[in-house]
C-alpha cells in the first residue's frame, strides 16, 4: 500500500525522504539495516545527510538505495527517485552522462501542430536517470495511457505499461540505469 500524502513533484528528494521516515516510524539505524539486509551497504552518515539535504545519492549503489527505500516505506515507485533529478555535473564538466535530459524533455513544449499520440526519447547508449512527463490540458485527457519501449528506432514499439493519469492530468515515466532503446509514452484520445 502507497503512503497517503506521499511525495509529491513539489517536494524536494530530502522533504519527501525525511515526511516518508517519520510517516512510518522507522530510525535510520533500522533503514540501515533493512538496506544491508537487501546486499544494499549506504553509511548512516550517508542516509543522514540525504534526509537532512546536505548531499543526495547519485551513484549507482546510492540509486539501488533509493529504489530499496520506496519498498521498505511503502511508497509508490520512483516517488523518490524522480525527486532526485538528473544527476549534479562535477567539477568543469557541464554535461549530463549520455543519453540523459535534454531541454526537451523537462521544459514545457507548446505545439500547435497537428494533436500528438507519442513522446519518447531514443537511448543509444546506457544512462544514469531518466524522466519523461507528459501533462494534458484538463478538457482534453487521453483516454489511455502507455508506457512504451522499442530496442532500436526500427523495431516496432511495444507497450510495457499502462499508466494512469495523476489529479495534475500528467502521466511520468521514470527510470534509474536505462538500457539502450526507445522510451516513451503513448495516448489515445478515443
Known sequence: MALSGGPTM??????????????????????????????????MASLG????????????QSLRAVRALEEILDL???????????????????????GGPSYRDVCEVHDDGPEATFDQRWFRFPAHTYLLRVQFEPDT???????????????????????RLSGWHTVRVADLEVRPGVHGIRWEWD
Request: net charge positive.
Open 49 to 60: 545527510n540525504w534526509q537532512r539535504g546536505r548531499c543526495r545519492p547519485e551513484r549507482s
Open 141 to 163: 485527457l487521453p483516454t489511455r495511457c502507455h508506457r512504451t519501449w522499442q530496442p532500436n528506432v526500427s523495431a516496432p514499439s511495444a507497450d510495457v505499461q499502462e499508466l
Open 10 to 43: 513539489a517536494d524536494s528528494f530530502d522533504r519527501a525522504l525525511r515526511g516518508a521516515i517519520r510517516a512510518r516510524g522507522q530510525s535510520l539505524e533500522r533503514l540501515h539495516v533493512k538496506l544491508a539486509e537487501r546486499g544494499i551497504h549506504v553509511s
Open 76 to 98: 509508490a515507485p520512483y516517488s523518490l527517485a524522480v525527486l532526485l533529478g538528473p544527476r549534479r555535473p562535477r567539477g568543469r564538466w557541464v554535461r549530463t552522462v549520455h
